[in-house]
Structures are given as structure tokens and as C-alpha cells.
């Protein structure tokens, strides 16, 4: 039973970094990792070093197959930062660089 224990709390001191999400609860519970700052920005560099826009699909693939609930939150946070920019609603929606990410793609 102690294993067990520790694993919740090393599982709760992850969430608490921000290191991942959970999506749902008890045993239907799934953790996905989320990216860190620093990292985000360097891999949105380089995907729109490729590419013109982004959509949720994409970046859900480039932040580790996270949840799409959570990349939702993940890209509406870039564009308050003032790195992306978003065109469309719903399945077209499309994210574009913008501010800092734009200057240095």
C-alpha cells in the first residue's frame, strides 16, 4: 500500500509543477505532459520555420499528443503572451506566428 501512496503524491507534486495535466477522474483519470515555457517557444519556432499556420491537431502532436481540451487552453494562453494569432472558428480555426515568435521565425 505505501507504493501506491508515494506514486499519488509524486503524480500530485507533477501537476502542482505544471510538468502535467490530468484529464478526468479516478480510474478514468489520463495525465498528459504538458511543455514547459521555455520549451514551447523554441518548438514554435521551429514548426513555423515549415509551416504558415497551425491547427489545434498539429500543436496536440508538437506539445507530446496532449489532450485536445488542453491544447485549447495551451494556445488561447499563447495568444494573451502575444505569440500566435488565431483565424476561424471551429474546425477551421488556424494559429498563426505573432509578437517575439514572429520576429525571430
Known amino acids: 500500500m505505501e507504493p501506491r501512496d508515494g506514486t499519488a503524491k509524486g503524480v500530485r507534486q507533477l501537476v502542482e509543477q505544471g510538468v502535467v495535466e490530468i484529464v478526468g477522474t479516478r480510474k478514468a483519470a489520463k495525465?498528459?505532459?504538458?511543455l514547459q515555457k521555455g520549451t514551447v517557444e523554441?518548438?514554435?519556432?521551429?514548426?513555423?520555420?515549415r509551416h504558415e499556420s497551425m491547427k489545434n491537431a498539429?500543436?496536440?502532436?508538437?506539445?507530446?499528443?496532449?489532450?485536445?481540451?488542453?491544447?485549447?487552453?495551451?494556445?488561447?494562453?499563447?495568444?494573451?503572451?502575444?505569440?500566435?494569432?488565431?483565424?476561424?472558428k471551429g474546425k477551421g480555426t488556424r494559429y498563426f506566428p505573432a509578437g517575439e515568435l514572429l520576429k525571430n521565425s
Open 31 to 34: 495525465y498528459y505532459p504538458l
Open 58 to 88: 498539429d500543436y496536440r502532436i508538437l506539445a507530446g499528443k496532449a489532450h485536445r481540451l488542453t491544447a485549447l487552453r495551451q494556445l488561447k494562453d499563447l495568444e494573451q503572451r502575444g505569440l500566435l494569432r488565431k483565424e476561424g
Open 42 to 49: 523554441q518548438k514554435l519556432r521551429e514548426y513555423f520555420s
